[in-house]
């Protein structure tokens, strides 16, 4: 790492010098993308404390380590959106309140428009957009729906419309709009029928197999997301970064 990187990192990180302490207690959470990155921070950091229904897809290995009764997990390709079976024989055993939807990919590596991969293309916006409403309706057919509290969608600032200055990477800009305006229907509809509340964020960067130059480390994103969810302040509707403040849509 050259030397002005490092000092851009030591500058980033002192963004989030502060310790957040906030904890989440006794909730039942499914936690999608817990394999690796930002899902597994987060996962380790409410383990403890709560009982984790934990989505993987290749990555195992990771969520095995952990070693405690509190967690569950299973194996999905979320691409696949009529093969969620066993999401949804978890989602009948248990009453879930808070679901994280982590899991993510980038997209196939060029993403110039003379290159676009049209079915990598769609298997991502089925991933990164797509499989948190599916997850959704199968909680809300099977009459679960009442018990959830909050859904935490892990968006990124390359899906705001309004930010976009450098155009380029189709797949992944067009898959995280889709999630944001899923995101900010359903903190309408699911508010005024249910009481969710649904916030949108954006993790920054962050230190992950998506970014391995990221800044971040993914304990200290956790740190910082939970806080966002303890927060009395209720930020339904909002996309926010990890400081809570605002992006444009
Ligand atoms: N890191 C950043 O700087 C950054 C910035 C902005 C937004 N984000 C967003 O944050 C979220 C987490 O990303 P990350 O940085 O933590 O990346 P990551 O380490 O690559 O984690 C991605 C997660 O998604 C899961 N996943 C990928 N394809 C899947 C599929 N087909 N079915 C089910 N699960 C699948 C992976 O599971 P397996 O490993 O088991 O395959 C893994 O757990 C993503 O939505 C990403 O867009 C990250």
Redesign the pocket.
């Known amino acids: 790492m050259g030397l002005r990187t490092l000092i851009k990192k030591k500058f980033y990180n002192l963004k989030f010098s502060k310790k957040k302490n906030s904890q989440i207690k006794n909730q039942v959470i499914l936690i999608?993308?817990?394999?690796?990155?930002?899902?597994?921070g987060i996962c380790k950091k409410l383990i403890k404390d709560n009982k984790i229904i934990a989505?993987?897809?290749?990555?195992e290995s990771n969520l095995k380590e952990i070693k405690n009764s509190n967690l569950i997990y299973l194996k999905?390709?979320?691409?696949h959106l009529n093969n969620y079976q066993e999401i949804e024989k978890k989602i009948l055993e248990n009453n879930i309140e808070l679901i994280i939807n982590?899991?993510?990919?980038f997209g196939s590596n060029n993403q110039s428009i003379n290159d676009l991969d049209f079915d990598n293309f769609v298997n991502v916006l089925k991933?990164?957009s797509l499989s948190v409403l599916k997850i959704l309706q199968l909680i809300n057919n099977n009459n679960k729906i009442k018990h959830i509290k909050k859904i935490i969608n892990?968006?990124?600032?390359?899906g705001s419309i309004e930010m976009n200055k450098k155009g380029n990477a189709y797949i992944y800009r067009t898959s995280?709009s889709a999630l944001n305006s899923i995101s900010k229907n359903l903190s309408i509809d699911l508010k005024q029928k249910f009481g969710i509340s649904v916030i949108t964020i954006?993790?920054?960067?962050?230190k992950?197999?998506?970014?391995n130059k990221?800044y971040l480390s993914?304990e200290k994103c956790a740190e910082y997301v939970v806080d966002i969810i303890c927060d009395n302040k209720d930020y339904n509707g909002a996309f926010i970064n990890l400081l809570k403040k605002n992006i444009p849509w």
């Open positions: 999608t993308g817990a394999s690796s990155g930002i899902g597994l989505v993987y897809n290749n990555n999905c390709d979320l691409v982590c899991a993510g990919q991933l990164n892990m968006s990124s600032e390359g995280k954006d993790p920054g960067n962050v992950t197999n998506m970014n990221g993914p």
